[in-house]
Every structure is written in C-alpha cells, then in structure tokens.
C-alpha cells in the first residue's frame, strides 16, 4: 500500500537518516522500529516530519518504473536475479529507488561524483536501507574490486563521461556477470552529452575491454545493451 503515489518506507528511511545527520529528535518509536515494523501511521507521522524538515521527498514519487528504459532493465534484471549490483551514477534515484523497491535485501552499491547525492543516499541507508551503500567515486577510476558484483547498471550515464573507454573498461572489470547500459538513441540538444554512442560505437568500446557478447535492444530514444562478462551467453 502507499501512500500518495510514494515509495513511502524509502522516504521514511531517508527522514529518520536526515535526523540523525542533523541531530533531530525523533519520537519513540519512529527511530528505533525496522524499517519493516513501521505502521502506516509510523510512515505517515514520519513523511509529515520530512516535509516540515525540508527533506526533498519528491524523489521518492512512484511512476519511474513506468518508464519504458527503466522497465525494461527491471525486466531483464528480474530475469537474472542478481545477488549484487553496481548503479553508477544513481542521480535522483530514476532507477535505484524502483529497483530497491522491486528487489528488497539485493546488495545494491551506488556510485556518484556529488557530494549531496551521496549524503542523500546515505541517508536512506542509515534510515534502515541496509542493503544499500552509498560511495563517492569517479567509474573511471573505481576502487572496487574486480568482480565484485553481479551486475553493473549504467543507465544515461556513459553520454556525459569524457574517458567514455575508460567507464566501460571498469565496468566489465566490476561486473562478475552483466553490464546493462541506456543511452540516447538520437543526437540532442542536452550540452552535458557529450558522445552519441551508436550500435556499432558500444560494440567496438566493450571489445576493446574483452566483452563480445552483447545484446542490443530499445525503446523510443533510447539504446539498451546488455553485456554478459561471465559465464552467461
């Protein structure tokens, strides 16, 4: 059940974060109950409070899993079940927060280069996402080890990274079983997309990091690949 269209127990998690940051009391037993055991009376006191804190809770809206780019990396997420993943450069959560609701206790990574982001996202861990860790890093340069999760998610990020060889070189290093990747189909007028990455363009970037096997689809404006770095064809 939610409440106003929400993904309400990660906005609840992100308030009872934000208080504890910002040294706010919560009533008893707002911060102490799992997030799980909160009562939708919990959920609504705790969202009244975020508001009244400026907690920006419109980012927990639901209707992103409705997009046709992000439904169908659910899909093919849905299909192969990771145990991990890797979301690099998660933004305002377009696909982490309805891939956090679709796959709850997946160990789920978020890579980002601003600050805000992360701490926002630290947040809904320390609010009781347990499974998700927040890290500020650059792709390009990640530290984490090879093979370390699953699956990889790239989604509109490669179109604003200038080493765009470089991200896909990490990725398929991180990723123990897929990399998935969106990006825009068509020349635009965003000044922050910086490469059109074509069908033949993406082939020749994960040859170059030793992964062949991909698989190509799309929805309007939108490119989908899917590259297999394990054992799965």
Same mark, same amino acid.
């Given at each position: 059940? *939610?409440?106003?269209?929400?993904?309400?127990?990660? !906005?609840?998690?992100?308030?009872?974060?934000?208080?504890?940051?910002? =040294?706010?009391?919560?009533?008893?037993?707002?911060?102490?109950?799992?997030?799980? !055991?909160? #009562?939708?009376?919990?959920?609504?006191?705790?969202?009244?409070?975020?508001?009244?804190?400026?907690?920006?809770?419109? %980012?927990?809206?639901?209707?992103?899993?409705?997009?046709?780019? +992000?439904? &169908?990396?659910?899909?093919?997420?849905?299909?192969? &079940?990771?145990?991990?993943?890797?979301?690099?450069?998660?933004? %305002?959560?377009?696909?982490?927060?309805?891939?956090?609701?679709?796959?709850?206790?997946?160990?789920? #990574?978020? $890579?980002?280069?601003?600050?805000? %982001?992360?701490?926002?996202?630290?947040?809904?861990?320390?609010?009781?996402?347990?499974? $998700?860790?927040? $890290?500020?890093?650059?792709?390009?340069?990640?530290?984490?080890?090879?093979?370390? !999760?699953?699956?990889?998610?790239? $989604?509109? +990020?490669?179109?604003?990274?200038?080493?765009? &060889?470089?991200?896909?070189?990490?990725?398929? %290093?991180?990723?123990?079983?897929?990399?998935?990747? *969106? +990006?825009?189909?068509?020349?635009?007028?965003?000044?922050?997309?910086?490469?059109?990455?074509?069908?033949?363009?993406?082939?020749?970037?994960? !040859?170059?990091?030793?992964?062949?096997?991909?698989?190509?689809? =799309?929805?309007?404006?939108?490119?989908? +690949? *899917?590259?297999? *770095?394990?054992?799965?064809?």
């Amino acid at each position: 059940m *939610t409440r106003g269209g929400m993904y309400e127990r990660l !906005a609840a998690a992100a308030v009872r974060g934000h208080a504890a940051r910002e =040294g706010l009391p919560l009533p008893m037993p707002l911060g102490e109950k799992p997030l799980a !055991a909160l #009562t939708e009376e919990d959920l609504a006191a705790l969202l009244d409070l975020g508001r009244a804190w400026g907690v920006k809770l419109y %980012r927990f809206k639901r209707g992103h899993e409705d997009m046709p780019r +992000v439904r &169908q990396i659910l899909g093919f997420l849905r299909g192969v &079940q990771p145990e991990s993943l890797l979301d690099v450069g998660s933004g %305002r959560g377009v696909f982490l927060f309805p891939f956090l609701d679709a796959f709850p206790g997946v160990s789920v #990574t978020s $890579l980002d280069l601003l600050d805000y %982001r992360v701490d926002f996202l630290e947040d809904v861990r320390r609010g009781g996402v347990d499974c $998700l860790t927040a $890290l500020r890093a650059d792709i390009c340069a990640c530290p984490l080890p090879a093979k370390s !999760a699953d699956v990889v998610t790239m $989604l509109e +990020v490669l179109e604003h990274i200038p080493d765009v &060889q470089a991200a896909v070189t990490a990725a398929v %290093r991180i990723a123990r079983r897929y990399v998935a990747v *969106t +990006v825009p189909s068509r020349e635009d007028d965003n000044p922050e997309h910086i490469h059109l990455l074509t069908k033949p363009v993406l082939t020749e970037l994960f !040859a170059n990091a030793g992964c062949r096997r991909l698989h190509f689809g =799309g929805v309007p404006g939108h490119l989908i +690949v *899917t590259a297999a *770095t394990g054992g799965e064809a």
